[in-house]
């Protein structure tokens, strides 16, 4: 049986008040397998027009794969102003996101289910002693306690399981991205300025033998004029992707900011440079000196049908993460393996050191 049919079994026998949405590919290719009904993205009422439609219905992200499966599931949210929670089960060759193995899934979901997740104040996990910031009467709350901040981890909400066993949550920051033409107007598609990357978003020549000659603003001054293959601008969640296999830094994902990277620069003195995440950074394909007159424009790994060309402009910010009294708006809440107080496993930590191989010396087997 496929983790997905086994998952979507257990989830309706053990959790009936539950309803399944699944893709409409894998919709059509599975409810014959089920004595149940299952649903599609597509059944969701208005889900092409209105971009809030899915997240007033689904309330939980299961993805099943590698961190490309994560960035999926992030993209059908992209032009959302909040995304639900994700809980991410590593099945890929890497797994860097992904938090549970899939042998977890009974508790992993069992955990999330019983608690209601919530985001809390980052020294939960930086400071092992520092207490959390919702106590258990106040845990269904609206009102913000102190303490409270949009990036970082919290305990479990609602029917705690036990501090040692609280579902957290994960804040993964994403980039707001607008797209213009030479006349500044927004291009083609969907309205330029709701589209929203959770890993990084890339220009590169593509196919064009000749390096690409791209302006650069911060905050609209102007820094610099790259002459290189492209440009990469990610998020701490994507610092660890395309813009580290380019020499960019990693960024731990607590770390509000964002990565300014160039693909093989022309100039060995071209660094990257990390930003903080309101730093507004507008990327312009310059119009004099390109031989190339468009670049590929790529968002989280997906290649957008229309190119920059000659004079068109990229305007980048880190969205801006608020909470309201209807709950967060911004970001990825991404469900997080739970832990104790002392000597708390940080994911990425361990990931850094199992998945990246991190300072490992030569000649030593990982």
Avoid at 212 to 232: C, H, N, P, S
Avoid at 269 to 292: K, Y
Wanted: one cysteine or more; hydrophobic letters at 35%.
């Amino acid at each position: 049986m496929s983790p997905l049919n086994f998952s979507t079994r257990h989830i309706h026998e053990t959790y009936p008040n539950i309803n399944v949405l699944l893709e409409p590919d894998t919709a059509s290719q599975l409810h014959r397998s089920f004595d149940f009904p299952v649903y599609s993205l597509s059944d969701v009422r208005n889900v092409i027009t209105d971009p809030t439609a899915l997240t007033e219905k689904v309330d939980l992200t299961v993805t099943f794969g590698g961190d490309g499966t994560i960035l999926r599931a992030s993209s059908i949210f992209s032009s959302a102003l909040s995304v639900p929670p994700m809980l991410s089960f590593s099945m890929g060759t890497l797994g860097f996101l992904g938090e549970w193995k899939f042998a977890e899934f009974k508790r992993a979901f069992r955990e999330v289910y019983m608690s209601g997740a919530g985001a809390g104040d980052r020294t939960q996990l930086l400071e092992s002693t520092s207490e959390p910031t919702t106590r258990p009467d106040d845990a269904r709350s609206d009102t913000p306690t102190a303490g409270d901040g949009p990036t970082g981890w919290s305990s479990i909400r609602g029917k705690s399981l036990g501090r040692s066993r609280g579902a957290r949550v994960l804040l993964r920051h994403r980039l707001k991205v607008a797209l213009k033409s030479s006349d500044h107007l927004p291009t083609e598609g969907p309205d330029a300025t709701t589209i929203h990357a959770m890993n990084e978003i890339i220009i590169h020549r593509g196919a064009t033998p000749h390096l690409a000659q791209i302006a650069i603003y911060i905050g609209g001054r102007f820094l610099t004029e790259a002459v290189a293959d492209g440009m990469i601008i990610s998020t701490p969640t994507g610092s660890t992707a395309y813009s580290l296999s380019s020499g960019g830094s990693i960024i731990h994902p607590l770390v509000d900011s964002l990565c300014l990277t160039p693909i093989c620069p022309r100039s060995l003195s071209f660094r990257p440079l990390v930003l903080p995440a309101s730093a507004p950074v507008t990327l312009r394909l310059s119009e004099e000196n390109n031989r190339g007159r468009e670049v590929e424009v790529s968002i989280d790994g997906v290649r957008q049908a229309d190119g920059l060309r000659v004079g068109g402009e990229i305007r980048v910010v880190g969205e801006e993460i608020q909470r309201g009294n209807d709950g967060w708006r911004g970001g990825v809440p991404c469900i997080m393996r739970g832990g104790g107080e002392k000597g708390d496993d940080d994911g990425w930590v361990g990931g850094l050191n199992g998945l990246l191989k991190f300072n490992y010396p030569f000649g030593e087997e990982g």
